[in-house]
């Protein structure tokens, strides 16, 4: 308790479960929030199994779908990681409900931040697809740069929704942080990827794993990849929240590689997976090669521990221990 009490919404997602791993080992107490589901038991054991948990972690229900029901979770919090969103690639649900959904929620939890007087900042867990689709010809993108929502549409990418979803939650969460001298951070992180500890394997590393998985179905990459290890993003998330000048967006990314080169790394560094680029690209389109510029972020003195070689290392150790591979 010495570092005091913080919340982390979403808790038994890929980021949220390692965020609060790490948060526990830092010594900070932690409430963090679980959908409940009216016909089955979430099992939350690898949350609860943590060293620490079972003196410092609370579990609370929470729905996006009811955005009072994270009230309980922040009261007396010094501080909240806001991690839960929706993830639909599939479009299942119209994206104005989705963004409708997402956006109520964020500004309630923000609400709540306020009205708690005890919560200091706020992090907010953003996307790289917050500003992959500007529509403008830049080699470079940083934080001043946003998605275009019409120039998305008219691209008919699959994740739209989910990217258009998160672009306009961050804005209105930036806004309302501004309007109410609310102190807000938040994190942008590209393609994440590493080791897990849900009990599932996360959409990010099964799509990262796709052409070890030897599975074209979650293939889906463009011209030039950036990634980022699971355990960089947890902490940046902490790093951001302790360090006392961060304002605003910071991208959160590690290392790009190229399509053409990315078969090439794999197979010579895991032969033992025979992968082949021939039936992985044929359905790839071309699409313009950039970087998301890490700059401002690295420039506060935070470093990255992991590059894309341990990325992969971690990602296959695990899935190996969780008998995937």
């Not at 979430?42 to 943590?50: E, G, H, I, R």
């Not at 120039?151 to 806004?175: H, V, W």
Request: charged fraction near 25%.
């Amino acid at each position: 308790m010495e570092k005091g009490i913080v919340c982390v919404t979403g808790g038994t997602g890929y980021v949220a479960s390692w965020l609060i791993m790490r948060l526990l080992q830092h010594g900070y107490a932690v409430n963090t929030t679980v959908r409940s589901h009216p016909d089955q038991k979430k099992d939350v054991s690898y949350l609860t199994n943590l060293p620490g948990a079972s003196e410092r972690l609370r579990i609370f229900n929470a729905d996006l779908d009811r955005p009072e029901s994270f009230n309980d979770s922040i009261q007396g919090c010094v501080g909240v990681f806001h991690v839960a969103h929706t993830i639909d690639f599939e479009g299942k649900e119209d994206e104005e409900t989705n963004t409708k959904r997402s956006i109520n929620a964020t500004i309630s939890i923000l609400q709540a931040c306020v009205d708690s007087k005890t919560v200091k900042r706020v992090v907010y867990t953003s996307s790289g697809s917050t500003v992959m689709f500007s529509g403008k010809d830049l080699s470079v993108l940083d934080e001043k740069t946003w998605t275009d929502i019409d120039f998305l549409r008219s691209l008919k990418t699959l994740g739209e929704s989910y990217y258009i979803s998160k672009t306009l939650t961050e804005r209105a969460a930036l806004d309302f942080a501004d309007a109410h001298g609310l102190e807000l951070v938040t994190v942008i992180p590209t393609f994440i990827h590493g080791p897990f500890i849900t009990p599932h394997c996360p959409g990010s590393v099964r799509t990262s794993m796709s052409m070890i998985f030897g599975d074209e179905k979650m293939f889906a990459f463009s011209a030039s990849t950036p990634f980022v290890h699971i355990d960089d993003i947890a902490t940046a998330h902490i790093y951001l929240f302790e360090y006392p000048n961060a304002r605003g967006r910071y991208i959160c990314s590690a290392a790009d590689i190229t399509l053409d080169e990315f078969p090439k790394f794999l197979s010579q560094r895991y032969p033992e997976y025979n992968v082949s680029s021939t039936s992985f690209l044929k359905n790839v389109k071309d699409s313009k090669i950039f970087r998301l510029s890490s700059k401002k972020l690295l420039d506060t003195g935070f470093k990255y521990k992991y590059g894309l070689e341990e990325m992969y290392d971690d990602a296959i150790e695990c899935c190996k221990q969780k008998g995937l591979l």
